[in-house]
């Protein structure tokens, strides 16, 4: 099974685009570790997101600094 559920602040406004009558949200997610590294600070990690055919409320509040829950699944491109 390819679950993953995250949540973070968004670091740009998101990028929406169209393809074959599919729209494509393009976004960076900030996600807190929840471990301290050596030095005592929560290392943070930057993930690209997309989502397919938004609502139109999810594309009207993709803005930087927003906090979002995203699940989905994790894929590899190449």
């Not at 740009?12 to 929840?34: C, F, G, H, M, P």
Request: net charge positive; with cysteine.
């Amino acid at each position: 099974m390819n679950k993953c559920i995250l949540t973070g602040n968004i670091t740009k406004d998101a990028s929406i685009t169209k393809a074959n009558n599919i729209e494509i949200a393009k976004y960076s997610l900030a996600v807190q570790r929840t471990i301290k590294n050596k030095e005592g600070n929560y290392d943070t990690d930057f993930l690209n997101c997309v989502s397919f055919n938004p609502s139109d409320y999810v594309k009207d509040n993709l803005i930087k600094g927003t906090k979002l829950l995203v699940e989905g699944r994790i894929q590899t491109g190449k």
